[in-house]
């Protein structure tokens, strides 16, 4: 049994260590919102919060999680920098199919968590490790700029 | 050849053909919006269908059963509308929704004729029944037009019930009523009251005879062609269970099938028992299939209780391949056997206008030119972000599924077939799709799911592997094009040959996808004209991918016409507008439900042109290039402004979008599409390739298939929409086909090299980060 601390709940899984936190979350937890594409951490749909950094749930095995806090997208809104950037997704009609957003989402928070108003330089190096295969990149972009505005 | 000697792989081929031509299927959409009500009539033909009952269960048909609320139990007006007494009215989707926006759009069209409250409107998937809703894919950029007569009756249909009720409750002329956000009122006896609180008394009127209702005209719009946010927008940042793969029901199980990495093997033995005992897992099973790519080929199923078991076991498992019959197609060897094939011009022809031979032979004789070259582009992937997936769960005499299906019809109809069961036990929700692309207009892996669900006790969701998405893909087929030009003394296009060397599944006729493009030919008005093709066999599928045919085949066609403007020494604005306005009668489409129009060309390049600062000066290793296309009924230009610095690496300052689809429905929507296909169209330009090696794809993740991420992606991409006056048609891919010529053409105006092949990073093209252009 492992014991996780998610969105700020405590959970108890019956879990291999191996296995991916991406899978746990999914199929043990019913938190579906964090998605699988790839599977090796190089698209970041799977991006989850670990103490506050963007990480890859798709390679992490649940086991090395420890007593560090795990923030899905399910419960980024309840954040200020989660509930701005998810507005100004909104507000930016950015979404085109949606299923790359949450993982977007969630680096785009982790980037204005450390850098309140990012340069378009912070912005590249922060959004790099995703794939958005709608190509919503200039409204991604302009999204994070109108998030750090307000 | 007899029906008994086709090949499955043809049979399966000729499948995907038939579902290429239904999606294509559009209403004659070529003359322009009239305010007569005759002429709409008229439109509306045949094939019309205007359900007035809801199917089974509706309000619970959400994309996924934990997402789906209480069945609602308000007034259903007609198949598309039903409003509650707290005067919330829902619109229903009759389309899937893959990322087009189609969602907001159809709703915004009922809405309108209604006179809702946009505010108060929710849109919500419809159920898959084409007995009520008619045509039910998403594909060919076809939805709206196909929809626009249908929905704005059922809007205006679902308001004169509504008008009908108030005017019987108040006594009053029902000509005499308004309506507006979702409130009827009547000035003279100063009455008024909510859809709300009519619809029951609405639901009981008589439905009008569509004939005689009176649908609005542009000026009294006050949702279309305005900017509106996306329906769905609100639960996809808050990662709500949307797509075919969040689907969760109470015991169920999760499955991986694997079929050989070349396709057309067969299983010849597994190490099952092995399997059966692996941790989480549930039963493993071989598959003998159907033999049709289309449908189930053979494999190995694994079932397991979570994802992640299975894929482990997925990992553990051997299976040993009858490879006798699989596929042994090489990318390397068909590029030069093309090249090969294309030193002969074939004897028989596919088109022959005017006479090509005397053509290049007085050109040679007086002041003309002529120009000769060979292009050529890969097999590439669809990729989208979500892999295949559904779930299928067998109960009662009835296959049950969720599935992100870009052909919800068409996929129940050939699962009923699969299983031998008739379509009523066929029971199909539509959930939102990651990503379409024209992938998932074939539900090969909704048929696996189902074979899969008859043998396993409960719901099971089957999940590709990302490599299994790579792997067992429907590709855009690589072509091969070997033209010869000729511009006369005036610096007119003269003659046009053109050899295309590509792919048959049968032997006899192009693959699907596979042909040249049938919209292709009236960017090309030359006099003198041959077309010829040659095929060869391939065993790997192929189909569509965003704008068959045309999303290749213009990288070709735009760029040899930009070589023959510089040949002649012309402008390229000028020679395309000279080009696209030849008057060649026998080039000019037969088929009505064309809407291709040389002015609308014209106006589209001009536009762009104009907003791309055309002719402008330009500093060194700067280049600006244009291209545009016709395709899937819309006329656009793009063009592309970008510099290239002494390592190749391109810097894009600036695209522009000048496009013709009619009348916009969601002017936000429409640019998104915009965008996003430039962003698609570069990316596979610069560096995506699918490689067959003896029957297996070479690549098989992200890693190895290299898709645009944001700091290389263009941060200006503009779009323009003409305002012409004609009903709308679709955006999911009139954008993307002139995008990677306008590329290559700017580079080529850059640097003087000339990209004959996609994709463009074999020459050492790399795009730089796009920071630095801001």
């Not at chain 1, 999680?65 to 930016?92: F, H, L, S």
Request: proline share 6%; with cysteine.
């Amino acid at each position: 049994m492992i014991t996780l601390r998610i969105n700020g709940q405590p959970y108890t899984v019956d879990a291999p260590e191996d296995m991916p936190l991406l899978w746990v979350l999914r199929d043990l937890l019913g938190l579906s919102g964090t998605k699988y594409a790839c599977g090796i951490g190089r698209c970041g749909a799977c991006a989850v919060h670990v103490d506050g950094k963007m990480a890859h749930s798709c390679t992490l095995p649940v086991g090395s999680v420890g007593k560090r806090a795990i923030t899905t997208i399910e419960a980024i809104g309840a954040t200020p920098n989660g509930a701005k950037v998810q507005q100004a997704w909104i507000d930016g009609e950015v979404a085109q199919c949606g299923y790359c957003q949450p993982g977007q989402i969630m680096s785009a928070t982790a980037l204005l968590n450390r850098t309140p108003h990012p340069s378009d330089a912070d912005i590249d190096e922060a959004m790099n490790g995703h794939i958005c295969r709608c190509g919503t990149y200039v409204r991604i972009r302009q999204a994070i700029k109108n998030a750090a505005k307000t | 050849m007899s029906s008994q000697a086709r090949s499955k792989f043809a049979e399966s081929d000729d499948y995907i053909r038939d579902l290429m031509q239904q999606a294509r299927g559009l209403p004659a959409c070529g003359a322009p919006l009239s305010p007569q009500r005759r002429a709409l009539l008229k439109l509306a033909g045949a094939g019309l269908v205007l359900g007035f009952y809801l199917p089974h269960r509706a309000g619970a048909d959400a994309e996924t059963p934990q997402a789906a609320g209480k069945a609602s139990k308000s007034p259903v007006i007609n198949a598309f509308v039903r409003i509650a007494p707290d005067n919330t009215v829902t619109v229903y989707s009759k389309a899937p929704e893959i990322g087009q926006g189609i969602k907001t759009a159809l709703g915004l069209i009922v809405a309108e004729e209604l006179d809702a409250d946009w505010k108060r409107t929710v849109v919500e998937q419809a159920p898959i029944d084409a007995k009520v809703y008619g045509y039910q894919g998403a594909g060919g950029s076809t939805t709206i037009p196909r929809a626009w007569d249908q929905l704005r009756l059922a809007g205006a249909a679902a308001k004169a019930m509504l008008i009908a009720a108030a005017a019987k409750e108040w006594k009053v002329n029902p000509a005499e009523i308004t309506a507006e956000d979702s409130r009827l009122s009547h000035a003279a006896s100063q009455r008024s009251a909510t859809y709300g609180s009519l619809a029951e008394a609405a639901a009981q009127m008589p439905v009008p005879d569509l004939a005689t209702l009176k649908l609005k005209t542009r000026g009294e719009y006050r949702l279309l062609e305005r900017r509106h946010r996306g329906v769905d927008d609100p639960r996809i940042v808050r990662g709500q269970p949307l797509f075919g793969t969040d689907v969760r029901l109470p015991g169920m199980a999760y499955a991986t099938f694997t079929k050989c990495p070349a396709s057309g093997g067969k299983v010849k033995s597994a190490n099952l028992d092995e399997i059966r005992k692996l941790p989480g897992v549930i039963d493993a099973f071989v598959i003998e299939g159907t033999g049709k790519p289309t449908e189930v080929m053979p494999g190995v199923a694994i079932i397991a209780k979570n994802t992640w078991a299975a894929f482990e076991a997925k990992d553990a498992l051997k299976v040993a391949w009858d490879e006798s019959a699989a596929s042994k197609d090489s990318s390397s060897q068909f590029s030069a056997r093309a090249r090969e094939h294309a030193k002969t011009f074939p004897a028989n022809f596919d088109s022959n206008v005017g006479d090509v031979d005397k053509a290049f032979a007085n050109v040679s004789n007086h002041a003309g030119k002529i120009v000769e070259a060979w292009y050529e582009y890969p097999f590439v992937a669809h990729a989208s972000m979500e892999p295949q997936n559904t779930t299928a769960w067998w109960h009662d005499g009835i296959m049950e599924m969720w599935v992100p299906t870009q052909q919800p019809d068409r996929g129940k109809t050939l699962v009923a077939g699969t299983l031998g069961l008739p379509e009523e036990q066929v029971v199909v929700h539509q959930t939102r799709v990651g990503g379409g692309f024209g992938r998932r207009l074939l539900n090969d892996y909704m048929c696996e799911a189902a074979v899969i669900a008859r043998q396993v006790k409960g719901p099971v969701l089957l999940q590709w592997t990302r490599e299994d998405d790579f792997v067992h893909d429907f590709f855009r087929p690589a072509g091969y094009h070997q033209l010869k030009g000729a511009v006369d003394k005036d610096g007119r296009l003269d003659a046009w040959q053109e050899h295309f060397v590509t792919f048959t599944a049968d032997g006899r006729q192009p693959a699907s996808g596979s042909g040249y493009s049938s919209t292709l030919a009236y960017a090309c008005i030359a006099p003198n004209l041959r077309r010829a093709l040659t095929l060869m066999e391939l065993k790997t599928p192929v189909g569509p991918w965003r704008a068959p045919g045309s999303c290749a085949q213009f990288f070709a066609q735009q760029c040899f016409m930009h070589e023959l403007a510089l040949a002649a020494g012309r402008d390229h604005v000028e020679f395309l507008i000279d080009a696209v306005n030849r008057d060649v009668p026998e080039l000019a489409p037969k088929n009505p439900q064309i809407n291709f129009s040389p002015a609308r060309a014209t106006s589209v390049i001009k536009l762009c042109a104009e907003k791309a600062g055309w002719g402008k000066k330009l500093p060194k290793s700067r280049g600006l290039g244009l291209a545009w296309c016709y395709a899937h009924a819309g006329h656009v230009a793009q063009a592309v402004e970008l510099s290239v610095d002494a390592d190749k690496r391109i810097t894009i300052h600036r695209v522009v979008v000048a496009a013709d689809i009619g009348l916009v429905v969601d002017v936000a929507g429409a640019e998104s599409q915009a965008q996003g296909a430039c962003v698609d169209a570069l990316s596979v330009a610069m560096a995506q390739q699918i490689q067959l090696e003896n029957g297996r794809v070479r690549q098989r993740n992200y890693n190895a298939y290299p898709i645009l991420r944001l700091p290389v992606a263009p941060s200006v991409i503009e779009a323009y929409f003409v305002d012409s006056g004609f009903p709308p048609t679709g955006m999911g891919e009139p954008a993307l086909p002139a995008m990677a010529p306008a590329v290559a053409n700017a580079i080529f105006a850059a640097t003087g090299e000339r990209l004959r092949a996609m994709p463009f990073n074999q020459f050492g093209y790399t795009l730089a980060g796009q920071a630095s252009a801001l």
